[in-house]
């Protein structure tokens, strides 16, 4: 049974930073982060491969950054200059797709950590 375990999720105040961690017990090509907040979609965060490509969203860039580290299987997503609109649960998802522009998302999740960004 693959698992994934996720850490990191808090409270911050805007303009603060937090790191979400991700350790999977499967190795995968693609590892990403999504999120969602209430009442929304769950969206694409960032996605890195494991040679070490690399996608963010538009909302995120140059703020966010994904990295991993393959040997131990996990994952990571560094936030920084945190705004409101970041706020939402977020998901680590492994084993997606990424074909051309495409990125798919994979059939495992993490249980989820909220990010609350809040003054």
């Known amino acids: 049974q693959v698992q994934l375990v996720e850490s990191g999720g808090g409270l911050v105040q805007p303009g603060g930073s937090l790191r979400l961690s991700c350790t999977a017990s499967?190795?995968?090509?693609?590892m990403a982060w999504y999120r969602q907040a209430p009442g929304k979609q769950r969206d694409l965060v960032a996605a890195?491969?494991?040679?070490?490509?690399?996608r963010d969203a538009d909302s995120v860039k140059g703020r966010f950054t994904i990295f991993r580290h393959n040997a131990k299987n996990t994952v990571h997503l560094q936030m920084n200059s945190l705004k409101y609109e970041d706020t939402a649960v977020y998901y680590c998802?492994?084993?997606?797709?990424?074909?051309?522009?495409?990125?798919?998302?994979?059939?495992?999740w993490g249980q989820g950590t909220q990010v609350t960004v809040s003054s």
């Open positions: 998802n492994i084993g997606g797709r990424w074909i051309g522009s495409v990125i798919s998302k994979g059939y495992y």
């Open positions: 890195i491969t494991r040679g070490g490509t690399t």
């Open positions: 499967m190795n995968t090509n693609v």
